[in-house]
């Protein structure tokens, strides 16, 4: 009986996923977006690159550490990272590794080519 009170705190992170918070923003240079066959640029002063670091702002917590390969959706590069937005998954490549995050679609709506950048 004791033996499953002393494992009880190590199996807990276990079946939660191990959510970790990021501690990253968008660095302020431009970015590439590749949508649908479009590829275009979002500059820092812009309106998108804006909304997209409010985003990632409100959602520090909640990512998980993940080692699977994902088809390219909604791409966003910048030099040192990528940004995979896939249905109601987005993916964040980054110096600390590869994490993932649930997104609702309405959230990157607003990242097209259309936009104006």
């Not at 009880?8 to 970790?20: D, R, S």
């Not at 109601?88 to 997104?103: A, D, I, K, P």
């Given at each position: 009986m004791r033996l499953r009170w002393?494992?009880?705190?190590?199996?807990?992170?276990?079946?939660?996923?191990?959510?970790?918070?990021l501690d990253w923003s968008l660095p302020n240079e431009p970015l590439k977006l590749d949508r649908g066959g479009q590829t275009c640029t979002i500059s820092p002063s812009s309106r998108q690159f804006k909304d997209l670091s409010d985003w990632l702002a409100k959602n520090r917590s909640g990512w998980s550490s993940s080692p699977a390969s994902y088809v390219p959706a909604v791409m966003v590069r910048g030099s040192n990272f990528s940004m995979n937005f896939v249905n109601?998954?987005?993916?964040?490549?980054?110096?600390?590794?590869?994490?993932?995050?649930?997104?609702s679609p309405s959230d990157y709506a607003f990242l097209t080519c259309s936009a104006g950048t």
């Open positions: 002393f494992l009880a705190p190590l199996l807990v992170p276990m079946l939660m996923g191990c959510q970790t918070s109601s998954l987005v993916v964040v490549n980054y110096q600390r590794g590869q994490f993932t995050h649930e997104v």
